[in-house]
């Protein structure tokens, strides 16, 4: 199949893209009909307290459940979503369903903590506040109840139109969180410019906690700093026990990870909040209570 006068490897390069391509194809198509099926749904991930322990937050994560491939993760369905500019459809459903559910358990006299919703750069526009707006009165949701997170890639484009945009938002009485720090190109400068109240630490700092060197340092700075823009900081991916002594003695105030969670249906976390499920966060040699 090797045409005369053009490369293998090149050949095979293009039979690469090209099966990408369908796959792409594939998805977008099937990421249509399962918002229509009802096939999304969330989970909800903890968020402790470094001080207390206690749950203090979840975010809500999107999860698929394809009926042939069972359970797809957003890192495969998102980056399509956002190329296709689906994400919209699927960012006002998360808002509404994330909504839903605040309501629900409302309605249930259940005392949940506040949740947060992922926002892509695309859903960022000056329609932004008044969709939230609207999403939240329609489910009589407080603003406190609800937090949205972005990511640094956010910040890069169209800078005046964005703060506008988070500041109509703050003014609304919801608070912000800027995702993944460190990982995008935004530089420190940004971070005092725009409205955020809480800063989340990526995982890819977390994982050589506390044994690599530049890890330690990346982490002590991003806490140092978001300490003195007097921002909370929330620690992801954390997974063991070390990372979260380091990460408590550095003075970073929350934690998401499986070391306390794994991201979890509506119910489960329900119950964990029920049975008033604590992490031990005392010194070097805690240990995990549940
Ligand atoms: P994110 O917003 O940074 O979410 C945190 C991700 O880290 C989640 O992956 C979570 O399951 C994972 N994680 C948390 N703790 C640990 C840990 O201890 N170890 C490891 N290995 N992973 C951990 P998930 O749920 O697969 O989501 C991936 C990304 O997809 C999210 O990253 C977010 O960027 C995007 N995403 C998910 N839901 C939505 C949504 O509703 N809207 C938008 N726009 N993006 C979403
Ligand atoms: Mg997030
Ligand atoms: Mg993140
Ligand atoms: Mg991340």
Redesign the pocket.
């Known amino acids: 199949r090797v045409m005369p006068g053009q490369a293998p490897a090149l050949l095979f390069y293009s039979e690469e893209m090209n099966q990408r391509a369908k796959e792409h194809l594939r998805i977008e198509s099937e990421l249509r009909q399962a918002l229509a099926n009802k096939e999304l749904l969330l989970y909800y991930?903890p968020k402790v307290s470094l001080r207390s322990g206690r749950v203090v937050g979840a975010?809500?994560?999107?999860r698929w459940r394809h009926p042939v491939r069972g359970l797809v993760?957003?890192?495969v369905f998102?980056p399509v979503a956002e190329e296709t500019g689906l994400?919209l459809d699927l960012?006002n459903w998360?808002l509404e369903e994330a909504c839903r559910q605040i309501a629900a358990w409302r309605d249930a006299n259940l005392m949940m903590p506040p949740i947060a919703?992922?926002?892509?750069a695309r859903q960022f526009d000056n329609q932004l506040p008044q969709r939230v707006a609207d999403v939240m009165a329609r489910h009589q949701v407080p603003p406190e109840q609800l937090m949205l997170?972005m990511t640094e890639s956010l910040l890069v484009r169209g800078a005046d139109n964005v703060i506008a945009i988070m500041n109509k938002l703050v003014a609304m009485g919801l608070s912000l969180a800027l995702?993944?720090f460190g990982t995008g190109y935004s530089s420190l400068a940004y971070l005092k410019k725009f409205p955020i109240s809480t800063l989340k630490i990526d995982?890819a700092f977390v994982i050589g906690l506390p044994f690599e060197e530049n890890d330690c340092a990346i982490a002590r700075a991003i806490v140092t700093m978001a300490k003195q823009l007097r921002q909370e900081i929330v620690a992801?991916?954390?997974?063991t026990i070390e990372q979260m002594s380091f990460l408590r003695e550095l003075g970073c105030d929350q934690l998401?990870?499986?070391?306390f969670s794994q991201?979890i249906p509506a119910a489960d976390f329900e119950r964990m909040l029920g049975e008033g499920k604590r992490l031990a966060v005392t010194g070097r040699q805690s240990t995990l209570a549940l």
């Open positions: 991930q975010e809500a994560l999107l993760s957003p890192g998102i994400i960012g998360v919703v992922n926002l892509s997170e995702d993944d995982r992801e991916g954390v997974e998401q990870g499986y070391l991201p």
